[in-house]
């Protein structure tokens, strides 16, 4: 009997990714592992949820379709009510004119790099 066995690339199994990561809210660093796609990782530091560049997110439901989405980065709790469906292009809510992705491809918003 061999105890040798076939070993298996975890990339054919589960695509994923890995990222350095610095919370923006305690600062503190660590390497992430993550499936493609994640959107919010949780800080081990301040237990919040982050984004792959370590800035804070908000984890809402739709209340339309009942899809999860995340908001960056995350409103304070006051305006959290702004935040109530999601902006899937299937959703019978979208609403292309709150779709930053389609803002910033537009060229109509630029990226903040003032290094908060």
Known sequence: MSIFHTV????????HDKSLIACKGCGHKWVAVYP???????CPGCHNAVNKYGTRVAIR???TC??????CPAPPPEKLDQWQHCLSE??????DSRDADKLFDAGLVERDDDGS
């Open 90 to 95: 299937a959703c019978d809510s979208y609403d």
């Open 66 to 71: 009942g899809a999860e989405f995340t908001v």
């Open 8 to 15: 298996t690339s975890i990339d054919a199994a589960r695509p």
């Open 61 to 63: 439901r739709c209340k």
């Open 36 to 42: 493609t796609g994640t959107k919010a990782l949780e």
